[in-house]
């Protein structure tokens, strides 16, 4: 399996852009996690979604930011319009979880994708 | 919401010396599970911890769960330069939801 993949690796964009993350997850995993990481605030938590289904998104930090999952082999998370301070790392990783969404196994993560927007 | 408390949050140790990092938390979990991080990488899954008092092992990493669920330790013995990243734990709580919320890590350097 080649994992959790992520694309693109690094995306640089203008203030007021639209920013669209992808991320394919391991075939099997029935739940999917988008994370951010900065410096200040570690990794958050913004979304996750179980047998495709979003579960809990009060990690969004505003409407600007939405995330789907159209199948249980892609998801997106997009961005509009962004701004300086979306600036970090972008981790999406996915599980199996067990009935009532419990995580039994631990989180595949994907490599990130790093989002800089000047 | 889940509240942890992880320390140290900078570790600077020799070669060879031990390191041990805290998970504390301030209800009772329901399972703890344990990343590393290496500088520029992503979190790598090391460990999940169920049981109260439970001891785990890997080659040089022991991690333990305690009594109470409330806290747990990971301790590294002898270390290597390879040991360098950020050790983040991720407990769940006792309601039992998918997400995992981690806490603030521990950031390991090594002086060969």
């Known amino acids: 399996d080649a994992g959790v993949i992520q694309s693109p690796r690094h995306e640089v964009t203008e203030m007021g852009q639209e920013v669209t993350l992808r991320c394919k997850p391991i075939?099997?995993?029935?739940?999917l996690f988008w994370y951010r990481q900065t410096m200040m605030r570690g990794l958050e938590l913004l979304i996750y979604?179980?047998?495709?289904?979003?579960?809990?998104d009060s990690g969004m930090p505003e409407d600007r930011f939405s995330a789907k999952m159209p199948n249980a082999s892609f998801s997106t998370l997009k961005i509009q319009p962004s701004e300086p301070r979306d600036s970090a790392v972008y981790f999406c990783?996915?599980?199996?979880?067990?009935?009532?969404?419990?995580?039994?196994?631990?989180?595949?993560f994907g490599s990130g994708t790093r989002l800089t927007v000047v | 919401g889940q509240q942890v408390m992880q320390i140290p949050q900078y570790q600077h140790v020799q070669e060879g010396e031990d390191f041990t990092t805290y998970c504390n938390s301030s209800?009772?979990?329901?399972?703890i599970q344990w990343y590393k991080q290496r500088p520029g990488g992503h979190p790598v899954f090391l460990i999940q911890?169920?049981?109260?008092?439970e001891v785990k092992k890997q080659k040089r990493l022991t991690f333990q769960f305690g009594e109470a669920k409330k806290n747990s330790s990971l301790h590294i013995t002898a270390t290597q330069t390879t040991d360098v990243g950020t050790y983040f734990c991720?407990?769940?709580?006792?309601?039992?939801?998918?997400?995992?919320?981690f806490g603030q890590g521990t950031t390991l350097q090594v002086k060969p």
């Open positions: 990783a996915s599980s199996f979880s067990g009935s009532r969404g419990s995580a039994r196994y631990g989180y595949t």
């Open positions: 075939s099997g995993h029935n739940s």
């Open positions: 979604f179980n047998n495709n289904v979003p579960i809990d």
């Open positions: 209800t009772t979990l329901s399972n």
């Open positions: 911890l169920v049981k109260s008092g």
């Open positions: 991720a407990p769940r709580g006792s309601s039992n939801t998918g997400k995992l919320i």
